[in-house]
């Protein structure tokens, strides 16, 4: 697993052209990842457009790959500003010890939803969305954790260690023409590891729908 850094140009007319249609900063991406005569490989990469701008005010995507990119295969001159260096994510945080119990600072913007009568409605309520989340972290080998509380009426959803940092109707196009739109929600919290192996799976593999969208990465950091 390879975590790459990447920042971008908004001089550039079509680093906004992305940054407005998901999809399509998808498709750039996946110039990168794939020549230019094949698809891309499904699940090579996941990627997150970060809230928060870098020291130079450039946006800055987040990218997880099982492989190495070739950043000239996207073909668009001025797009990328700079290139962080390619991390091992395993290397780095030492996955092959990782143990349960283990606990890490984590980031996740995901799409929050559920599936009626063949379509996907976006939870729209805190509560909702929390209650996905946890759902969630037991299919993907961790736990969230609980902040301690004085209040005994309090619900056990109202203390779980999570933020919703950020809530985002996204919109994009595929390229047959038709529309996409995701509710897009940016969690924040603390996590422990259940299931390591589980664990680092869903770390490369990412959580939920929307990956095409910039869904689904999660990132950690030890506490």
Not at 48 to 72: M, V
Not at 131 to 143: A, R, V
Not at 168 to 192: A, D
């Amino acid at each position: 697993m390879l975590l790459h850094r990447i920042h971008l140009d908004p001089r550039c007319k079509e680093v906004r052209r992305d940054l407005a249609d998901y999809y399509q900063l998808h498709s750039t991406l996946c110039r990168a990842f794939s020549k230019a005569d094949k698809k891309c490989p499904p699940g090579e990469f996941l990627w997150r457009h970060e809230p928060e701008t870098n020291a130079k005010g450039l946006p800055q995507i987040l990218i997880l790959s099982k492989n190495l990119p070739d950043w000239s295969g996207i073909g668009i001159k001025g797009w990328l500003n700079s290139v962080d260096p390619a991390i091992d994510l395993k290397e780095k945080l030492q996955l092959q010890q990782l143990s349960p119990g283990q606990r890490f600072r984590f980031r996740l913007r995901a799409n929050p939803s559920v599936t009626r009568k063949g379509k996907r409605f976006g939870l729209m309520q805190a509560s909702e969305q929390e209650s996905w989340l946890e759902k969630k972290s037991h299919l993907h080998g961790f736990q969230l954790q609980e902040l301690p509380s004085f209040a005994l009426t309090e619900s056990e959803n109202c203390r779980l260690d999570v933020c919703i940092v950020e809530e985002r109707v996204l919109r994009g196009k595929q390229h047959s023409g038709n529309s996409i739109t995701i509710f897009s929600v940016l969690f924040e919290g603390v996590l422990s590891v259940t299931e390591p192996e589980k664990f680092i799976q869903t770390l490369g593999s990412g959580i939920g729908h929307a990956k095409a969208m910039g869904q689904g990465m999660l990132s950690i950091i030890p506490v």
